[in-house]
């Protein structure tokens, strides 16, 4: 492979890359509390102050639109246990 060749490889994974990291939420909006069936109390314990979307200091989601509430949850919940274990 050639020097110009191994660069515009080089680009083509990082607009590639650039792609797929645009794959998120955030990227195509959030979801709304509707379609992410969102009440505004636990369920058997979860709950968004527990779950791996929840941004305690804002009480906001980052893939469920406006504010939540800590003791919200919807059908994306996540347990904030895979951050540990990741
Ligand atoms: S339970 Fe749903 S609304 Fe609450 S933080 Fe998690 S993903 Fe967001």
Redesign the pocket.
Known sequence: MKVDDRRGFIKFLGVSFGVATLGTSEAFGKNS?EA?N?VESPKNG???SN????KKETSM????EGK?LPK???????SEDVRREG
């Open positions: 509390k992410a969102y979860e709950k968004c779950c791996f979307h929840f989601c980052t893939i469920v939540v919200g949850w919807c059908k994306f919940y996540l």
